[in-house]
């Protein structure tokens, strides 16, 4: 068991990575914005000694961490019995790595949500008696049940909001289909949630729904994936909440800030994962927007961002935009400005220069493409469009192979024969195990860091 204590808190960099340079007419601007957070976290990852209280803990001081686990306790749990087992068994090893001082509680999930631990619409501090008391807690957790994850989310938003703690996340389990709660009933929830507390998902088993899952993850700026040997749960549950713990700043906005005649066409994030966040933009000043990017620990991020400029002639030069991270204000202050970047335009008639595509922009619009074209394939495959799945999916191989995702590349493998990965010719397999097809669509949107 790894206890991490707190370290400084994190420095931001922000690097830029383009190519300025546009043709006569010229309008796109593509840039990488390489967001890095150091000197945070946990103290070089090496486990503390644990005081039976710190001074997070003592009466009048808030604690600096808020966690909710949410532990499926539907009726398919309890098949097989192990099942529930190992939840719990994953629940309390999660327990375990929480730091001295953290409040937390523990939701049971089934058609309707359950305050499992500590009750009475609070949280508990961690300590050494109330993770003792947590633990005995969990060992009556039962199955039976239907599965309605909106009301754990809703729950768990109240529980956290309850905690004057600046990081505020969720751990999800589920291991079933979201069947007593209609899709516009969750999309409700979670936005209405998103913003307020960052949350990982987890589906165990193969019987749940990849997209519902990552769908969770995707709208509060979490991780998902699929863990399907339930024996698996408490190694991922303890890597999880040791991620948790490193976190040090929260609520982190990336600021995009545009010149009159200029507008922003899009914002993704493309490293680790792909994430669109366009559509997530605040107006936080005129001609400047915040696109949230969750909490921050020791860690870095790349960012793909698109401008539209007006046109200019050759030999002009302009700002195309500033990006700016920004820490929300913190006690009635200002806003703080954690690192900035500029983003340029620059009109030339050098073809040579004006055509070549930046290294990081060309890599990771491949690795967007990769996480789109599996996403289609695997969709194409399941509604029976088998030449439509061969295409998308022998698109999928021969970017992977290019772009040097070995790991992508080996769980294509599994759904696809690969008879020449450089041309993307491949057979689709007559049989795909379940667990193995829905690693590769929960995984999808995992990229590799260009090569520097």
Same mark, same amino acid.
């Given at each position: 068991?790894?206890?991490?204590?707190?370290?400084?808190?994190?420095?931001?960099? $922000?690097?830029?990575?383009?190519?300025?340079?546009?043709?006569? +007419?010229?309008?796109?601007?593509?840039?990488?914005?390489?967001?890095?957070?150091?000197?945070?976290?946990?103290?070089?990852?090496?486990?503390?000694?644990?005081?039976?209280?710190?001074?997070?803990?003592?009466?009048?001081?808030?604690?600096?961490?808020?966690?909710?686990?949410?532990?499926?306790?539907?009726?398919?749990?309890?098949?097989?019995?192990?099942?529930?087992?190992?939840?719990?068994?994953?629940?309390?090893?999660?327990?375990?790595?929480?730091?001295?001082?953290?409040?937390?509680?523990?939701?049971?999930?089934?058609?309707?949500?359950?305050?499992?631990?500590?009750?009475?619409?609070?949280?508990? $501090?961690?300590?050494?008696?109330?993770?003792?008391?947590?633990?005995?807690?969990?060992?009556?957790?039962?199955?039976?049940?239907?599965?309605?994850?909106?009301?754990?989310?809703?729950?768990?938003?109240?529980?956290?909001?309850?905690?004057?703690?600046?990081?505020?996340?969720?751990?999800?389990?589920?291991?079933?289909?979201?069947?007593?709660?209609?899709?516009?009933?969750?999309?409700?929830?979670?936005?209405?949630?998103?913003?307020?507390?960052?949350?990982?998902?987890?589906?165990?088993?193969?019987?749940?729904?990849?997209?519902?899952?990552?769908?969770?993850?995707?709208?509060?700026?979490?991780?998902?994936?699929?863990?399907?040997?339930?024996? +698996?749960?408490?190694?991922?549950?303890?890597?999880?909440?040791?991620?948790?713990?490193?976190?040090?700043?929260?609520?982190?906005?990336?600021?995009?800030?545009?010149?009159?005649?200029?507008?922003?066409?899009?914002?993704?994030?493309?490293?680790?994962?792909?994430?669109?966040?366009?559509? &997530?933009?605040?107006?936080?000043?005129? &001609?400047?927007?915040?696109?949230?990017?969750?909490?921050?620990?020791?860690?870095?991020?790349?960012?793909?961002?698109?401008?539209?400029?007006?046109?200019?002639?050759?030999?002009?030069?302009?700002?195309?935009?500033?990006?700016?991270?920004?820490?929300?204000?913190?006690?009635?202050?200002?806003?703080?400005?954690?690192?900035?970047?500029?983003? &340029?335009?620059?009109?030339?008639?050098?073809?040579?220069?004006?055509?070549?595509?930046?290294?990081?922009?060309?890599?990771?619009?491949?690795?967007?493409?990769?996480?789109?074209?599996?996403?289609?394939?695997?969709?194409?495959?399941?509604?029976?469009?088998?030449?439509?799945?061969?295409?998308?999916?022998?698109?999928?191989?021969?970017?992977?192979?290019?772009?040097?995702?070995?790991?992508?590349?080996?769980?294509?493998?599994?759904?696809?024969?690969?008879?020449?990965?450089?041309?993307?010719?491949?057979?689709?397999?007559?049989?795909?195990?379940?667990?193995?097809?829905?690693?590769?669509?929960? &995984?999808?949107?995992?990229?590799?860091?260009?090569?520097?």
């Amino acid at each position: 068991m790894a206890i991490f204590s707190k370290s400084t808190v994190p420095q931001f960099s $922000v690097d830029v990575y383009q190519n300025a340079y546009l043709p006569e +007419g010229g309008r796109e601007v593509n840039a990488i914005v390489t967001v890095t957070s150091t000197g945070g976290g946990t103290t070089g990852g090496v486990p503390l000694a644990r005081a039976s209280a710190t001074p997070a803990s003592a009466p009048g001081h808030s604690p600096d961490a808020a966690v909710v686990i949410m532990v499926d306790c539907s009726g398919s749990m309890e098949y097989p019995p192990t099942k529930m087992r190992n939840a719990r068994d994953a629940t309390a090893a999660a327990i375990d790595t929480l730091r001295d001082g953290v409040a937390f509680a523990i939701v049971g999930g089934t058609h309707v949500a359950k305050e499992v631990f500590p009750g009475n619409g609070r949280l508990a $501090v961690a300590n050494a008696g109330s993770r003792a008391q947590a633990k005995d807690a969990l060992r009556r957790l039962s199955a039976g049940g239907g599965t309605a994850i909106g009301t754990w989310l809703r729950l768990a938003d109240r529980l956290l909001a309850s905690a004057d703690a600046p990081i505020r996340h969720g751990i999800l389990l589920t291991d079933g289909r979201n069947e007593h709660e209609s899709a516009v009933d969750l999309r409700a929830t979670l936005d209405a949630v998103a913003g307020r507390f960052t949350c990982d998902a987890r589906g165990v088993g193969t019987d749940w729904e990849v997209k519902e899952v990552t769908g969770v993850a995707s709208a509060l700026l979490g991780t998902a994936d699929i863990v399907a040997d339930p024996a +698996g749960l408490a190694a991922d549950f303890t890597h999880m909440m040791e991620n948790v713990m490193g976190k040090e700043v929260a609520d982190v906005a990336l600021r995009l800030w545009t010149p009159v005649g200029a507008e922003i066409a899009f914002v993704k994030q493309v490293a680790p994962t792909v994430e669109e966040l366009t559509e &997530r933009r605040t107006e936080a000043a005129p &001609r400047a927007g915040d696109y949230p990017t969750g909490s921050w620990g020791d860690e870095s991020r790349d960012y793909h961002v698109c401008v539209k400029v007006p046109e200019a002639g050759i030999g002009q030069e302009m700002l195309a935009a500033r990006v700016s991270l920004i820490l929300p204000a913190q006690g009635g202050g200002s806003p703080e400005v954690l690192s900035q970047g500029l983003v &340029r335009a620059m009109w030339t008639d050098d073809m040579a220069a004006s055509t070549s595509i930046n290294p990081q922009v060309a890599h990771y619009t491949g690795q967007a493409e990769l996480a789109q074209v599996i996403q289609q394939g695997l969709d194409a495959r399941k509604s029976g469009d088998f030449d439509g799945a061969t295409a998308k999916l022998g698109r999928a191989v021969q970017l992977a192979a290019s772009s040097g995702n070995a790991d992508t590349a080996k769980l294509l493998s599994k759904v696809v024969d690969v008879v020449d990965a450089a041309t993307g010719t491949v057979r689709l397999k007559a049989k795909v195990e379940d667990a193995d097809e829905m690693t590769l669509e929960t &995984r999808s949107t995992k990229t590799v860091r260009v090569k520097k």
